[in-house]
């Protein structure tokens, strides 16, 4: 089996490459892994401390002034096809592996990865290897059917396929039926039935990270997951609870995520972790229970997640819940904090309160934690005093905050916006959808009300304030997690 990773990562291996990898080589079979990093392939390197050249990029590429909107969109044309092309160093290395005839190629994408894949299964094609293909976005009917006609795909695989991926190999080698796997698209359209929820996942295999250039990483970090999907699984625009690994919330035991930390400490000689959790406290009793019990299991462990400030009465991010993190070696938090507008957040279906964010955001910088939040502007109803309401609280909150990730909204497919934009038609009095991207699961639209005055002289104070933020240095606790999360 030839595995390529295209999921290139500055500084941890890929989670999915390590699943599939431990699943067939625990039942016997021969595996390869091509790592671009290794190749010296430049790899993703999600945020860093900001420079003013930073924030002009910011401006332009969130500019909504009229008359500039085509020039936006043409340098955002640009970026993407810089950001999505193949690397020849890749395509490469591939043509050699090929030569040493591997009877299928796995390839584990996102979206991003279209061009990739096209390349990479034609290289295939021509020597007569099938390739399989899976990914986060693949249960998606529309997105499977972009990708279906790749030339060399035998099949797309839209499940999680942590236990059955090694039959799902077997059938393709010996030329059977894949639709008798749930979650499968063939070529010519034909698709199985949807996949459901993976449920036990105390078994699942200890992913295998062998293969990743370790001694390439500038810190040792180890990424893991305690549970998948999430606790509230209502947010209007999330795509990740609608992904193969998000539909419906599942966890491990707290006793399987300790022993993975310990087991993988040994392995590779690690003491920090990052947990890709959608949302880390979906189950309180697992950030808790991971504070409590590490330090027996991992000397001097030191770890990161990602949070929903929910109005729960206990969602475990209590500020006794935060000071005992850590103590237990949490060392960074990040949660979507989206507007500073109650009015807005209301509307997203976003179920945390603007008051309840800044409480947390207080509670987590007293007890030490480098915080970093997520935001977005262009939400469908969104208004002037909205805006105002969000750079207010950037202005006031920035003290304690180490970074954050301000976007445009994103129109994506099958979300429950999404799905009430395109109900209502294309146009609506908040958004004008201008043409679908079905590959990568979104649509292009035009907001007018983001085009006011008000609202772009709001947004000018927001931006300024998030570039005071993420041009500061992290707290010197967190400084080895530096662009993650």
Known sequence: MLLVDLNNFASFPTLAVGLIVAALRNRGDEVEVICPLAYDVPAVQRERRETLADHVQRRIHLSDWQPFLNVRDSLRAVHSWSRERSHPTVLREVERALGRRPDIILLSAYLQHFNSVRDIGRIAAAHGIPVL?????FNVTGVADAWRSLEGIVGIVGAESDLSVPDIVDTVCDGGDLTRYPGITLPDGTRSSA?????DLDATPMPDFTDFPWDRYPVRIMPLMTGRGCQWDKCAFCSDVV???GRTFRTRSVESVLLEMQEQARRHNVASFLFLDLKLNSYPDMIRGIAENVGRYVQGAEWIGTVHVDQRRD?????????????GGMRRISFGL????????DLMRKGSSVEGNAAFIRHAHEAGLSIRCTMFKGFPGETDEDMEATADFLETHSRYLDRVRFNDFSLLQDTPIFNAVMARGTSTDAVLVRFLRERQARAEYRNPAMAHRGYRRAKARALAAVYEINRRRLRDSARQFDGLM
Do not use: F, I
């Open 315 to 327: 969602n475990g991010l209590s500020r006794r819940d935060l000071q005992a993190a850590v103590a």
């Open 133 to 137: 293909l899976g990914g986060p976005m």
């Open 243 to 245: 992904s193969v690994s």
């Open 195 to 199: 996949a459901r929820p993976l449920r």
């Open 338 to 345: 989206e507007s500073g507008s109650q009015r807005l957040l």
